[in-house]
């Protein structure tokens, strides 16, 4: 892999110049304010923020700070920029990234100044301000349409703009390299290019799992919707030694197997491919033997545990079942590979937490490599108070980390390469 790091850009030496750094500062907020991303997470509380808005889960600020930390040290002015959540190409304050300055401040230990626009006068000075070794955070890169665009050149204007702010571009949004967005892709044409600490670690995990992971290899699959997964399935099936399947998406797989599913998720469109997948599968897929069914999609909703195969009509399976949670970690026991993405019920709810729980406390425990993939499952570690270390490495990306190992070409990574 030809991609320069952070250590040959530190190595030139970067004291008094300015470096751009693309974060995934795409953290959830807190709903209450009406500022939420596509994060499903209620988590743990993670330190007040201005204007009473919350991160209920600071990790993807956390996992910014070594590379932050490097070059601040090294007394370059750093600017960073990321999105947060999907607003439409123009300012939408439920959206701004101020809340996140705040708590990047306190994480750092020093201010960070914050510019209210990307590439305008706020941003231009809040740069121009910057003394060696401080740190600057631009306004959300997705309040401009040409981050986003598909025309090239619109998001090329967009990323000359971005570009002319600094003098090298350092790469640590892992979360984000699956998309062709100025930040990510046309930025790093245009300025000398390294990736940062984040997405070095992320690639060299992800890679062993992609390349040759020692065997048994095991993955746990969840989340809400098997189209979302569909291409990941077909990429691992051949490579994984079990599939273990559980979330939401569980659902349209035992009604693949002829099962009623009552009104759990369902997508009818993708009961074939499921059917198709079960039959190729080789018996490497194993679903739910139990489910656990609510009246209602409700933290105090009536439930009861059921057989998966018998879901009564007028009721939803909301986790899976304790016998599935054995069973799934006798398999997870045999493994010295594991991946993980997707809870396997709504763990947000504390009556619908145990599936998720039980699941990843039996990652722990494997005497494994085990690498915990994206968003919702990374969230669902630390809101329900799991011990970070205790996994081999958590991703900080979701759909990147699944498309990693999709084995497709990523435009931020490619970006990267010389
Ligand atoms: C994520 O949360 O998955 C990343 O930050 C990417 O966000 P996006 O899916 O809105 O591009
Ligand atoms: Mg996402």
Not at 167 to 183: I, L, N, P, Q, W
Not at 188 to 205: F, N, S, T
Not at 320 to 326: C, M
């Amino acid at each position: 892999m030809s991609i320069r790091t952070l250590d040959d850009l530190l190595a030139e030496g970067v004291s008094g110049r300015r470096v751009l750094v693309r974060a995934d500062l795409n953290v959830p907020l807190d709903k209450q304010t009406g500022a939420i991303t596509d994060h499903d997470s209620a988590s743990a509380p993670a330190g007040g923020t201005p204007d009473g808005v919350r991160i209920s889960d600071d990790g993807r600020i956390r996992a910014v700070l070594p590379t932050l930390q490097a070059l601040t040290e090294a007394g370059a002015k750093v600017v960073v920029f990321s999105h947060l959540g999907r607003p439409k190409g123009a300012p939408d304050p439920q959206y701004s990234l101020r809340p996140v300055a705040g708590r990047l401040g306190e994480l750092l230990g020093a201010s960070v100044s914050f510019a209210e626009d990307t590439v305008g006068d706020s941003a231009r000075s809040a740069v121009e301000a910057l003394t060696d070794g401080q740190v600057a955070l631009l306004e959300n890169l997705r309040f401009n349409k040409g981050e986003t665009s598909k025309d090239d050149a619109e998001r090329g204007a967009f990323a000359d703009q971005l570009a002319a702010l600094g003098e090298a571009y350092v790469d640590d949004a892992f979360g984000a390299v699956h998309r062709k967005h100025a930040s990510v892709h046309d930025v790093p044409a245009r300025l000398p290019h390294v990736a940062g600490r984040l997405v070095l670690r992320e690639v060299e995990v992800l890679s062993r799992l992609a390349g040759d992971p020692e065997r048994p290899y095991v993955v746990v699959l969840g989340g809400s919707k098997v189209s979302d997964k569909l291409a990941v399935i077909e990429a691992l099936l051949p490579k994984v030694d079990r599939l273990l399947i559980g979330g939401g998406m569980c659902f349209t797989f035992l009604k693949a197997q002829g099962h009623e599913v009552g009104t759990s998720l369902l997508e009818e469109e993708m009961v074939d491919t499921c059917r198709d997948l079960l039959a190729r599968a080789d018996g490497k897929i194993a679903l739910p033997v139990d489910v656990v069914a609510a009246d209602a999609f409700a933290p105090d909703a009536a439930h009861d545990t059921v057989r998966a195969d018998a879901i009564p009509s007028k009721r939803l399976g909301l986790d899976v079942g304790p016998q599935t949670v054995a069973a799934f970690a006798e398999v997870i026991a045999t493994a010295r590979t594991v991946f993980w993405n997707g809870p396997m019920g709504v763990f947000e709810m504390p009556a619908f937490a145990a599936g998720t729980r039980g699941v990843a406390e039996a990652i722990t425990k494997a005497d494994a490599f085990t690498v915990v993939g994206g968003g919702d499952s990374a969230a669902a570690v630390r809101a329900l108070g799991l011990d970070e270390s205790s996994f081999g490495h958590i991703s900080t990306g979701g759909g990147a980390s699944l498309e990693y190992l999709e084995g497709k070409t990523l435009p931020g990574i490619a970006a990267l390469e010389d």
